[in-house]
């Protein structure tokens, strides 16, 4: 029977979702203990991948499970993985169900803060700049509605069959005091390091290495900036992934706030 599996998890410890030789994924922890707990090899499929250090407050994956469990699994399983992954649910699904094939939308959230603070070192990321231009940030934002192929804003793009992402939803939120910022974007798709890089861009902007017309010439052109400097991985959460027969609120509690009151947009 096939299950999607409802998960978050703090990426700075991974070499990023996907197994890999010689270092640790979330994916490889999460396979050796589910075999270990169900006493058969078990391969996992999820919705996507992350970077190296990047964070996901809601992810799925699936697994087909060939006997019958007589005993507690999600108990078991969040007793036998590390603290820095968590299964929230884990649901019955059609047998042709797939976590990342069936998602419709994906939405990330990128947090940045402007002083140093040794609590949110690991969930957001330091950018020790004390004047940042936040309406020139929101007005490039309000742009990425506007534009579907984002060739520009992607590492490697020809290994990708097109580089057309509908974004659906752009926007900049920043906290009553001026030191937090978040940057929220939903799209069907994104392509290689697209968030940092655009993320790398906005702290540009912000800081007045790039204007607003630059940022949009590449939107029109999609012509490649010379460096793409992609902003730093710790900030970045996978914060969103609906599929059209499932849509399950956020569980973290450091995220949810995110969407709360306390976030002006800008």
Request: with cysteine; hydrophobic share 40%.
């Amino acid at each position: 029977m096939r299950f999607f599996f409802h998960i978050a998890y703090q990426g700075r410890d991974y070499s990023g979702w996907q197994r890999q030789p010689d270092v640790c994924s979330v994916q490889e922890v999460l396979e050796n203990t589910l075999s270990k707990v169900l006493k058969t090899p078990i391969t996992i499929f999820g919705c996507g991948r992350t970077d190296a250090q990047v964070h996901s407050s809601q992810y799925f994956f699936h697994i087909d499970i060939p006997q019958e469990v007589n005993f507690d699994l999600l108990f078991r399983l969040n007793k036998a993985l590390p603290d820095t992954i968590a299964i929230y649910d884990i649901i019955p699904v059609e047998a042709k169900a797939h976590a990342r094939f069936d998602a419709i939308q994906r939405a990330y959230d990128y947090f940045i803060h402007t002083y140093k603070d040794p609590f949110l070192t690991s969930q957001s990321s330091l950018y020790q700049y004390s004047h940042l231009d936040l309406s020139k940030m929101g007005a490039a934002v309000k742009l990425l509605v506007n534009y579907q192929d984002y060739r520009a804003f992607c590492v490697q793009p020809d290994k990708n069959e097109h580089t057309i992402c509908r974004v659906s939803k752009a926007e900049l939120y920043v906290n009553d005091k001026g030191d937090r910022l978040r940057f929220h974007i939903s799209s069907n798709r994104f392509l290689g390091k697209m968030i940092r890089i655009l993320s790398g861009k906005l702290l540009k902007i912000g800081t007045g290495k790039m204007s607003v017309d630059e940022f949009e010439h590449h939107l029109i052109t999609l012509e490649i900036p010379k460096i793409l400097d992609p902003a730093y991985p710790a900030g970045l959460y996978l914060s969103k992934v609906t599929y059209p027969y499932l849509d399950l609120p956020i569980r973290t509690e450091f995220i949810s706030p995110a969407y709360h009151s306390e976030w002006i947009a800008v």
